[in-house]
């Protein structure tokens, strides 16, 4: 199997964290929220991919690209992806 650059991935799961709140599943929103509103109070999001089940010996995920895009981003704030 090669997976050239350019592949796309499958999204099998997805969800967005309250810092302020870590005991709540907010797995069930629609609209994921990242953001930060001060100390302890910032919003996470989870993503999780579906890689081939089948690869070749010695496969290794070198890079991988995500896009997020903000609906109302706030001016003079920094998003921070790792």
């Known amino acids: 199997m090669t997976v050239g ?4 991935l499958v999204t099998v799961a997805d969800a967005w964290a ?3 709140s870590p005991a709540s599943n907010l ?3 629609s609209i994921l929220k990242v953001g930060s509103r001060g100390p302890n109070e910032n919003f996470r999001v ?3 991919l579906l890689t081939p089940e089948v ?3 010695g ?6 690209t995500l896009r997020v ?3 109302a981003p706030g001016e003079g ?3 921070l992806v790792v």
């Open 5 to 8: 650059p350019g592949a796309d």
């Open 18 to 20: 309250d810092e302020s």
């Open 27 to 29: 797995e069930s929103n």
């Open 46 to 48: 989870l993503v999780c």
């Open 55 to 57: 690869a070749p010996a």
């Open 59 to 64: 496969c290794v995920l070198r890079t991988v």
């Open 69 to 71: 895009y903000a609906a």
């Open 77 to 79: 704030r920094t998003l």
